[in-house]
């Protein structure tokens, strides 16, 4: 059984932020393996289902990015599982627009969703990095996080998802290298 979470804020006005591409990776992951429809659980929307022979719940949290990491402990602790079953999937502002990078552990990198994550469950969880891109000077982050892609970013943005969907099967084998190429390869023009 594996964890997988999509960070990003709750409710139809926060739906295109940048800071909610974890909520749209999960939602495309869920439509093209055939997931349920998602239920209230974990004090999120989770769906269960599986990837090839894989076992997943997937987890959009309900409380806000700052605490993102309440319902992730909740869902682990259920499911008596470890940090090492769970995946998150986020924004990257260090990371070109559009590129995926997965990685073990690590820091926080100043992201209250994965700050509230590491708090909840420890640092040794797997991240799925999705590249926003960096707007060029630090007083401009919270606006271009919390701002809408743009018409001429919608198109990249589903190619992205789409990859990932595509290749979930590897990541849920722990193959995070074939998935990145897989995915990078889907990406080229």
Not at 44 to 50: L, N, S
Not at 91 to 111: C, I
């Amino acid at each position: 059984m594996q964890i997988w979470v999509g960070l990003g804020n709750p409710g139809a006005q926060y739906a295109l932020h940048r800071h909610n591409v974890g909520f749209m990776a999960i939602d495309a992951i869920a439509e093209v393996h055939g997931f349920p429809a998602p239920r209230r659980a974990f004090q999120g929307w989770a769906q269960d289902g599986r990837i090839g022979a894989h076992k997943l719940l997937l987890l959009k949290p309900a409380t806000f990015m700052n605490e993102s990491g309440r319902a992730i402990g909740e869902a682990m602790r259920f499911y008596k599982l470890t940090p090492a079953d769970v995946t998150v999937f986020h924004d990257e502002l260090d990371l070109a627009p559009f590129k995926v990078k997965v990685k073990q552990g690590g820091g926080t990198a100043g992201h209250n969703g994965l700050r509230s994550t590491e708090a909840h469950i420890g640092a040794e969880f797997r991240r799925v990095r999705l590249g926003i891109g960096h707007p060029g000077h630090k007083d401009r982050v919270t606006g271009h996080v919390l701002g809408n892609f743009a018409k001429a970013e919608i198109e990249p943005l589903t190619d992205m998802l789409g990859a990932i969907a595509a290749e979930a099967g590897s990541l849920a084998a722990g193959d995070a290298t074939r998935f990145m190429n897989d995915v990078a390869l889907r990406l080229q023009d």
